[in-house]
Nanobody
Framework: VQLQASGGGLVQPGGSLRLSCAASTSIFGLYVMGWYRQAPGKQRELVARITTGDSTNYADSVKGRFTISRDNAKNTVYLQMNSLKPEDMAVYYC????????????WGQGTLVTVSS
C-alpha cells in the first residue's frame, strides 16, 4: 500500500489547511487511518485517528480545531486544520493500520505545514 499525502504549505496563524492522504488499496475500508506530526527536534506524535467505523480521537492540543474524516469511495483520509498555531508547524504523516493484522502498517511520505506570519 502506498500513501500519498498532500495539502501542506505555508499559512498564517489563525488560518486553515486541509491535508489529504490517498491510499493505493482496494480495501481502504479495512484500515484504521491516522495523522501524525513531527516537529524539528521532537518525537512523532499522534494528531488524529479514525477507525473503520468512523470513530475518531484527537490529541488534546488539536481538539476543537482539527477534524479527521475519510472517504472510503476515494480511498482518502483528510485532516481539516483550522485556527492554526505556530506550534502546529511540523511535517504531517498519514498512517494506515490494518484493522485485523495490526502489524501491517504503512506510512506516507509526509507533508510540511508551516505556520508563520
Amino acid at each position: 500500500v502506498q500513501l500519498q499525502a498532500s495539502g501542506g504549505g505555508l499559512v498564517q496563524p489563525g488560518g486553515s489547511l486541509r491535508l489529504s492522504c490517498a491510499a493505493s488499496t482496494s480495501i481502504f475500508g479495512l484500515y484504521v487511518m491516522g495523522w501524525y506530526r513531527q516537529a524539528p527536534g521532537k518525537q512523532r506524535e499522534l494528531v488524529a485517528r479514525i477507525t473503520t467505523g468512523d470513530s475518531t480521537n484527537y490529541a488534546d492540543s488539536v481538539k476543537g480545531r482539527f477534524t479527521i474524516s475519510r472517504d472510503n469511495a476515494k480511498n482518502t483520509v483528510y485532516l481539516q486544520m483550522n485556527s492554526l498555531k505556530p506550534e502546529d508547524m511540523a511535517v504531517y504523516y498519514c498512517k494506515a493500520e490494518h484493522v485485523y493484522f495490526t502489524d501491517t502498517v504503512y506510512w506516507g511520505q509526509g507533508t510540511l505545514v508551516t505556520v508563520s506570519s
